[in-house]
């Protein structure tokens, strides 16, 4: 896609949050329908499997934009198995797929889906900082993250209701207050 090439738009972790940000605009009027679909820590965590719970929302995507091709970044190394599972439940079974690890990095479309997708994010993290202050980015590798979830847990009996409580930080921090209490109760 020519036009989409031309915005200068690559894999989303390649570009800062601001040229992410100018790109948006741009890459939302060549587009022919933008979907985006937030999922709640909750449902995440009532799924028995996260590559299942993504795949169904591809699924959603899909059908609802009555797409004739697509191209995904596949999250499982089996990618033509990949695009058999999304296949399977596609109202059209006639859809193109081209499924392929990385493919945020070779084809514009995943690209600019990868960008809207992070700009989207960050403008959510920015309203949840206002409801529970600064807690970082969100991700495990941010320290200001996972200083806030232990303060938190400190200070509250369980996450709040943003927080996966599958996440396996969430998990770690739950068992090393656990230990901490059982080491009290032992002394």
């Known amino acids: 896609m020519p036009a989409l090439k031309k915005t200068g738009v ?3 972790k390649l570009l800062t949050r601001e040229q992410r940000k100018k790109m948006l605009p741009g890459l939302k009027k060549i587009a022919s329908g933008v979907r ?3 999922v709640p820590a909750s449902e995440i965590d009532s799924s028995d499997n996260l590559n299942k719970l993504e795949i169904r929302k591809m699924q ?5 934009m009555q797409a004739e ?3 995904i970044d596949a999250p499982e190394r089996n990618t033509k ?7 399977h439940g596609l109202v059209s079974k006639g859809v193109e797929i081209t499924a392929e690890n990385f493919a945020d990095r070779k084809y514009p ?4 889906a990868s960008v809207i997708a992070k700009v989207t994010r960050d ?3 920015k309203k949840l900082h206002r409801v529970y202050g600064n807690f970082g980015s969100g991700y495990t590798s941010d320290e200001r993250t996972t200083g806030f979830l232990k303060d938190w847990i400190k200070m509250n009996k369980e996450f709040p209701k943003i927080v996966r409580k599958r996440w396996i930080t969430a998990e ?16």
């Open 10 to 12: 690559k894999d989303s």
């Open 36 to 38: 985006i679909i937030q």
């Open 60 to 64: 959603e995507i899909i059908n609802s």
């Open 69 to 71: 091709r697509v191209y």
């Open 81 to 87: 198995k990949f695009a058999g599972k999304i296949r």
């Open 109 to 112: 479309e995943v690209s600019a």
């Open 123 to 125: 403008a959510e993290i």
């Open 172 to 187: 770690e921090i739950l068992r090393e207050k656990q230990q901490k209490n059982l080491h009290l109760f032992a002394e």
